[in-house]
């Protein structure tokens, strides 16, 4: 099995929220495991996040799960639940339909996860803001486009 040297992998930087929803994530870096290995089935993504940055607006997915292990650090996990702090080891498994908005935000000392799950085609919602997703259109939950 080739390993992946992740360091060769560009981190991307940047978010492809609308403003002003992107500001959240100054600092996240995440980097294209899946893509980099030649995987096409699923994604699997390396995020760092320095201290307080997010990891996403909250938000969940009607047609794709997700599964979450951290690495290194701390961050806190942010749903419907309330606030639940994850170290390295954890994991965390978001269910497709389950409706409970979820997000990361990093510890202290900043956090180091892998997320896994399908590419996304169907919509996904944030229930915090003015926003959903469907495809790579960004609308205002009323509909109405970006």
């Given at each position: 099995?080739?390993?992946?040297?992740?360091?060769a992998?560009?981190?991307?930087?940047?978010?492809d929220y609308?403003?002003?929803?992107?500001?959240?994530h100054h600092?996240?870096?995440?980097?294209?495991l899946a893509k980099?290995?030649?995987?096409a089935?699923f994604?699997?993504n390396h995020?760092?996040?320095?201290?307080?940055?997010w990891?996403?607006?909250?938000h969940?997915?009607e047609g794709?799960?997700?599964?979450?292990v951290?690495?290194?650090?701390?961050?806190?996990?942010k749903?419907d639940r309330?606030?639940?702090?994850?170290?390295a080891?954890?994991c965390?498994a978001f269910?497709k339909?389950?409706?409970?908005?979820?997000?990361?935000?990093?510890?202290?000392?900043?956090a180091t996860?892998v997320v896994v799950?399908?590419?996304?085609?169907s919509?996904?919602?944030?229930?915090d803001?003015?926003?959903r997703?469907?495809?790579?259109?960004?609308?205002?939950?009323?509909?109405?486009?970006?």
């Open positions: 099995m080739p390993k992946i040297d992740i360091d992998i560009e981190g991307k930087t940047s978010s609308p403003d002003p929803y992107n500001l959240g600092g996240r870096v995440y980097r294209s980099a290995g030649g995987i089935d994604e699997a995020v760092i996040l320095p201290p307080g940055a990891s996403s607006q909250r969940w997915h794709e799960d997700e599964f979450l951290m690495t290194s650090g701390t961050a806190i996990l749903d309330g606030e639940t702090v994850l170290k080891g954890d965390a269910p339909m389950d409706r409970n908005g979820h997000h990361l935000i990093g510890g202290p000392e900043g996860f799950g399908i590419t996304e085609t919509p996904c919602h944030y229930p803001i003015d926003l997703a469907e495809g790579p259109r960004y609308l205002h939950k009323d509909g109405t486009p970006y």
